[in-house]
T-cell receptor, first 109, second 116 residues
Framework: GIQVEQSPPDLILQEGANSTLRCNFSDSVNNLQWFHQNPWGQLINLFYIPSGTKQNGRLSATTVATERYSLLYISSSQTTDSGVYFC???????????FGQGTELSVKP | DAGITQSPRHKVTETGTPVTLRCHQTENHRYMYWYRQDPGHGLRLIHYSYGVKDTDKGEVSDGYSVSRSKTEDFLLTLESATSSQTSVYFCAISEPGPEQSRNTIYFGEGSWLTVV
């Protein structure tokens, strides 16, 4: 099956810094999503981005499907950005999203 | 808010007892999913449903069964709970996008299950 690898596994930032999170996947996909899990466990969908670039406020994402990776950019980070960021892909197997292990982000005031 | 409610939110049960977790949605979404989340494993798909009475297995389905007799409810049952099934369980729904494909997934708030 498809393998999903996220890097880095952990990241500590000072408030106001920028960061880039990476998601590599091993096969072609027709669905790629980024999620944020806050410290209370809630999972929030950030982007549906199987290809191209999207932006939502301080967050943006780019997926280069031909090279099998996606990047999530966080600019001017805030303490509320802390949590775990997951990348998940669907390799056209009936909607079964495969999740990466996540990147745990901690933003310090 | 995708209108997803999970119950119970927290449960402690004994090994060998049956447990049913309920996922209820209010917006008539066709696709529903059950995931479990464990340290070191991220989220893994247990079962999913693409309509009433239509279900299929995910990557970690052993020891679990599901039922979907109504669009709004997707039940996950542990027939005989084991300690390895201690986990956080998330229900999810997906909405079709403009490409008429199953995409954007939304999660419920999770059910914390402890098997002792």
């Amino acid at each position: 099956g498809i393998q999903v690898e996220q890097s880095p596994p952990d990241l500590i930032l000072q408030e106001g810094a920028n960061s880039t999170l990476r998601c590599n996947f091993s096969d072609s996909v027709n669905n790629l999503q980024w999620f944020h899990q806050n410290p209370w466990g809630q999972l929030i969908n950030l982007f549906y981005i199987p290809s191209g670039t999207k932006q939502n406020g301080r967050l943006s994402a780019t997926t280069v499907a031909t090279e099998r990776y996606s990047l999530l950019y966080i600019s001017s980070s805030q303490t509320t950005d802390s949590g775990v960021y997951f990348c998940a892909v669907d390799g056209n197997q009936g909607g079964k999203l495969i999740f990466g292990q996540g990147t745990e982000l901690s933003v310090k005031p | 808010d995708a209108g997803i409610t999970q119950s119970p939110r927290h449960k402690v049960t004994e090994t060998g007892t049956p447990v049913t977790l309920r996922c209820h949605q209010t917006e008539n979404h066709r696709y529903m999913y059950w995931y479990r989340q464990d340290p070191g494993h991220g989220l893994r798909l247990i079962h999913y449903s693409y309509g009433v009475k239509d279900t299929d297995k995910g990557e970690v389905s052993d020891g679990y069964s599901v039922s979907r007799s109504k669009t709004e409810d997707f039940l996950l049952t542990l027939e005989s709970a084991t300690s390895s099934q201690t986990s956080v369980y998330f229900c999810a729904i997906s909405e079709p996008g403009p490409e008429q494909s199953r995409n954007t997934i939304y999660f419920g708030e999770g059910s914390w299950l402890t098997v002792v």
